[in-house]
């Protein structure tokens, strides 16, 4: 049998990654979309990299909300409780 800690940890932590994957995977590729139409446009390629960054960044850790929960969820993963 599987500690119910154990198994919440795997099942957040299987969840969180298939969404990061995808997150950096849709990412990727609308970059490289944008990177086309800007080479047309005559702009150049770090302004959209580094604006996708700052928006990346913004969005996940630079949120305070986002930045709480995960505090609170490594917070509760490093406790065990004692039955």
Known sequence: M???YDFVRLVTFALASVWTI???VRTYRF???W???LDAWGL???WLRRAALKGVARTTVLDPVNLALI???FGVWTFRATL
């Open 2 to 4: 599987i500690d119910p």
């Open 22 to 24: 995808r997150g950096a």
């Open 31 to 33: 970059i490289r979309r």
């Open 35 to 37: 990177e086309a139409r």
């Open 44 to 46: 150049p390629k770090e």
């Open 71 to 73: 505090l609170a969820l």
